[in-house]
């Protein structure tokens, strides 16, 4: 212990005997460990963005469909409500709330203009029923019996319609038959995605499964979750409980996110990993200019009685002094970065591409203290492993040798 | 007390494609408390055999006893503790850490020795006091002569009471009223302490305090002599903390 405590004053000593060095170095580990945990912050936050922006847009973390309803989202593909097993697995703790919907393809006309769209039939007492929209001008639907009808800004522009006026949706019932009715339109609402303010019209869920001859029968069911990615066991269970139902996760439904989530999940490892790469040369480099310069030095400490083990230990010590300032400095500066722009980081100029990717326009990023100790931990663990070399080197030098260097 | 004993001792160098031999067969006793001065032209082997006796080089041959125990053959660990346990040096060129302070130079063997820091701190004050550095020990290498250096890795040397103190040109990089000092302060410490000092040196000054002077050349003993040897100063009256270098 005393003997490390010697080590430790020689190694902060030597740490600062070149200190426009160790200040360079210093500086790299910092904005390196930055990099990684500012930028993996700022992915996590737009991952997190667009898993809400999809969950909301689907909408729902779990959907229970008709099997063949995903091949064909017709009426035909239609099932009753869930009964009392279903019933008892949906008032489950990692259930916090569900909604049964009405969705069916159908023709939207106005007396200017018509266009196909996606007819939701919603009931306003359950969750989501706009999905994640905002309602822009008029009002709500009231009841699932509201005979009003809800469209987006983006559809009413290109309808030529507006709050007030009536439009006409057709669609077919069970037996194929067209089947058609006016709805007054009450509420027009803004999306984040333009294609959802195009394509996306509610009514009340009651007054569609009239309109449509359904009975009660409902096209799907949408679950919200407590947990956003752990969904494998809630699904599984729910399975059991509707065997005759297809049950899909969010990352099934929209392939495209669940993969854009799991490549960003890889990639903020490869990120920390190629940061890592381009430091530890300056790391290693910076360590071997130091054991170079202090080579008759480490042959004296040896010719005094020092061990080879303690060369090494204290050339050790050294890199973790270099690192762990570097790893405070970076984390500092990653606390002040984040807290600068807490309110997210208006990123409307891409935001075009970013929608495409299922992203709002004001990116949030999301500080995950896993993410903190992973790069932390990379840095420190591997940036020693990698000194680890050049210190055994360094003990293994031979005294005589090394004190004649000059 | 310790004795050194050298039986047979070779050791063979390549260079630029020859072999020389740096040790040749020697053979060697030195009692314990004595003044041993080896000398001889460049080359000639004082510097090997101090190094070997040191256990910084292994011979290749032989066999060297410092006290009961054989250290041709100990491994590194234990020759490293031996040094730090038995052996001081005293290098031409000074050879302080530069980064620590004239007491922390002191202290540092005693640190890897595991003495607690009260101690470390008297025994340190107290030597540097006695090589004649006291008010000097907060001072870094940097700030310090060329003849206080020398003081500073003599105290360095001589706190943890080794047996046997091993300098190698000592005086070299030192002008003469400093070398003449340090020489003085190397025999006090052998007629006070009864350290054992062998010095390596081809300085004639030097060689006119030893008590015995062995001459070498080509790896080999050449002549064996024991002499009066000067007279230190302090026997003179006049205490080491008197005198500045």
């Known amino acids: ?406 | 007390m310790t004795s050194i004993l050298c039986q047979q001792l070779c050791k063979t160098f390549e260079q630029g494609g020859s072999l020389i031999k740096g040790l040749d067969h020697v053979d060697l006793s030195i009692e314990p408390g004595e003044f041993v001065c080896l000398s001889g032209p460049s080359g000639s082997g004082k510097t090997t055999l101090l190094n070997a006796l040191g256990g910084l080089d292994t011979p290749d041959q032989g066999e060297i006893t410092i006290g009961d125990q054989r250290i041709d053959q100990l491994s590194k660990k234990q020759l490293a503790h031996l040094r730090l346990q038995k052996i001081g040096f005293v290098f031409q060129a000074f050879n302080l850490v530069p980064v620590l302070s004239a007491r922390e130079n002191v202290e540092f063997v005693m640190q890897l020795q595991g003495i607690d820091k009260a101690e470390r701190r008297q025994r340190s004050d107290t030597i540097l006091a006695e090589v004649g550095l006291a008010g000097l020990e907060q001072r870094r290498p940097a700030q310090l002569s060329g003849g206080q250096q020398q003081r500073v890795a003599v105290a360095r040397a001589i706190v943890s009471n080794p047996v046997l103190v091993l300098a190698d040109e000592p005086t070299a990089n030192l002008d003469s009223n400093s070398a003449s000092q340090l020489m003085d302060l190397f025999q006090q410490l052998n007629q006070k302490r009864g350290i054992t000092f062998v010095i390596a040196t081809h300085d004639q000054r030097v060689m006119s305090y030893c008590r015995r002077l062995i001459r070498m050349q080509d790896g080999r003993i050449v002549s064996d002599e024991t002499q009066p040897g000067k007279i230190a100063l302090q026997s003179e009256g006049v205490a080491p903390q008197e005198q500045a270098l």
Not at chain 1, 57 to 68: A, D, M, R, S, Y
């Open chain 1, 1 to 406: 212990m005393k003997q490390l405590q010697t080590l430790s004053t020689l190694a902060w000593r030597n740490l600062w005997r070149n200190y426009r060095r160790t200040l360079i170095m210093t500086s790299a580990i910092a904005l390196g460990v930055w990099a990684m945990i500012f930028m993996t912050a700022m992915l996590r936050g737009m991952m997190a963005d667009m898993i809400t922006q999809g969950v909301n847009n689907l909408p729902g973390h779990i959907q229970l469909h008709h099997p063949e309803y995903r091949a064909d989202p017709s009426i035909v593909n239609r099932f009753a409500p869930p009964g009392d097993e279903l019933l008892e697995q949906l008032n489950q703790a990692d259930i916090k709330s569900w909604s049964a919907r009405v969705r069916v393809p159908a023709v939207i006309a106005s007396e200017r203009a018509s266009r196909g769209v996606n007819l939701i039939g919603v009931d306003p007492a359950e969750p989501l029923p706009l999905d994640g929209n905002l309602l822009k001008d008029g009002r709500s639907l009231e009841t699932e019996s509201d005979r009003g009808l809800i469209m987006g800004a983006k559809l009413a522009e290109r309808l030529e319609t507006r709050l007030g006026k009536r439009v006409v949706l057709m669609s077919q019932d069970p037996d194929n038959n067209v089947v058609d009715r006016g709805f007054r339109v009450v509420g027009i609402f803004e999306s984040e995605l333009s294609a959802t303010e195009e394509n996306q019209v509610y009514a009340g869920r009651a007054t569609l499964q009239k309109m449509l001859r359904m009975d009660q029968k409902i096209s799907e069911l949408v679950i919200l979750t407590e947990e956003q990615r752990l969904l494998q066991p809630t699904v599984e269970r729910l399975a059991q409980s509707a065997p005759h139902l297809e049950v899909l996760p969010w990352y099934e439904l929209d392939r495209f996110l669940g993969t854009s989530v799991e490549t960003f999940d890889g990639f903020s490892m490869v990120f920390i990993v190629v940061i890592f790469l381009a430091l530890s040369f300056g790391l290693v480099n910076t360590l071997v200019m130091a054991i170079f310069e202090r080579t008759r030095e480490i042959g004296l400490m040896q010719a005094l009685g020092m061990t080879p083990a303690s060369i090494c230990v204290q050339i050790l010590l050294e890199a973790m002094m270099l690192l762990l300032i570097g790893l405070l400095v970076g984390n500092a500066l990653v606390l002040l970065s984040l807290h600068s722009i807490k309110d997210g980081l208006d990123i409307s100029g891409v935001a075009e591409g970013m929608a495409l990717m299922g992203a709002g326009s004001v990116l949030k990023p999301a500080l995950h203290t896993l993410d903190v100790i992973r790069a932390n931990g990379v840095v420190l663990v591997l940036g020693i492993v990698a000194c680890a070399l050049p210190a055994w080197q360094a003990s293994r030098l031979d005294p005589i040798t090394t004190m004649n260097h000059t």
